[in-house]
C-alpha cells in the first residue's frame, strides 16, 4: 500500500498568511493526488485534483504543486472560512490512501 | 445538482449486520464510479471500498475484505455497502463518494453514523 505522510499535523496562522502543507507519497504516484478541505460535522470538499488542478468554485487562493512523491498545498492569504483540516489523497493505485490530516487553527 | 444523500447508519451490536445506502440524484448514476470512505470519531479518513460504474469491477480495503459488500442498483440510482460480522473498529461515520471525471472525489453524502458496541 501507499503511504501518504503530511506535514504538519497542526499548523497555527494569521488571517492574510501565506500556508503551506506537504504531502509525501511512499513511492511515486505520478500527479494523482488530490486535496480535500474538512470542517467539523461536514464531509470533506475537494480543492485540487490532479496535484494542480483546482476544483471549479474553489477560490484561487489555493494552489497545488507537485509530481511524483512530493507535493504541496498552498494558500496565498488566509481567509477566516479557511481554518479547517485538510487531507491530501493519492488515487494511483487500490487501495486509495489519505494523509493524517492537517488541522489549521488560527493563531 | 449533484446530490448524494446517505442512511442506514445505527447501533449494532459486534458481529451483527447493518446495510448502508446512498441515494444519487442531479447527474446520470450508471455513468460513475463511487466509493464508501470511512472516519472514526477524531480521526482521518479510510478509504473503504469502490465499485464501477457497471457494478462489474470493486475494490476493498484489507481490513474489511470477505465482510463488506459494495454493490450498486443503477435502476434505483443507489449505492449500497454491507456490512457483516461488525467489530468495534468498524466504529465510523461513512460516507459515499462520487468519482469526478478526473477521478477525484468531486461530491460526497452528508456520512451516516455506525456505533458497534454490544
Known amino acids: 500500500d501507499i503511504q501518504m505522510t503530511q506535514s504538519p499535523s497542526t499548523l497555527s496562522a494569521s488571517v492574510g498568511d501565506r500556508v503551506t502543507i506537504t504531502c509525501r507519497a511512499s513511492q511515486t504516484i505520478s500527479s494523482w493526488l488530490a486535496w480535500y478541505q474538512q470542517k467539523p460535522g461536514k464531509a470533506p470538499n475537494l480543492l485540487i485534483y490532479k496535484a494542480s488542478s483546482l476544483e471549479t468554485g474553489v477560490p484561487s487562493r489555493f494552489s497545488g504543486s507537485g509530481s511524483g512523491t512530493d507535493f504541496t498545498l498552498t494558500i496565498s492569504s488566509l481567509q477566516s472560512d479557511d481554518f479547517a483540516t485538510y487531507y491530501c489523497q493519492q488515487y494511483n493505485s487500490y487501495p486509495y490512501t489519505f494523509g493524517q490530516g492537517t488541522k489549521l487553527e488560527i493563531k | 445538482q449533484v446530490q448524494l444523500v446517505n442512511s442506514g447508519g445505527g447501533v449494532v451490536q459486534p458481529g451483527r449486520s447493518l446495510r448502508l445506502s446512498c441515494a444519487a440524484s442531479?447527474?446520470?448514476?450508471?455513468?460513475?464510479?463511487m466509493h464508501w470512505v470511512r472516519q472514526a470519531p477524531g480521526k482521518g479518513l479510510e478509504w473503504v471500498a469502490v465499485i464501477s460504474y457497471d457494478g462489474n469491477n470493486k475494490y476493498y480495503t484489507d481490513s474489511v475484505k470477505g465482510r463488506f459488500t459494495i454493490s450498486r442498483d443503477n435502476s434505483k440510482n443507489t449505492l449500497y455497502l454491507q456490512m457483516n460480522s461488525l467489530r468495534a473498529e468498524d466504529t465510523a461515520i461513512y460516507y459515499c463518494?462520487?468519482?469526478?471525471?478526473?477521478?477525484?472525489?468531486?461530491?460526497w453524502g452528508q456520512g451516516t453514523l455506525v456505533t458497534v458496541s454490544s
Open positions: 463518494a462520487k468519482v469526478g471525471s478526473v477521478a477525484a472525489f468531486d461530491n
Open positions: 442531479g447527474f446520470t448514476f450508471s455513468n460513475y464510479g
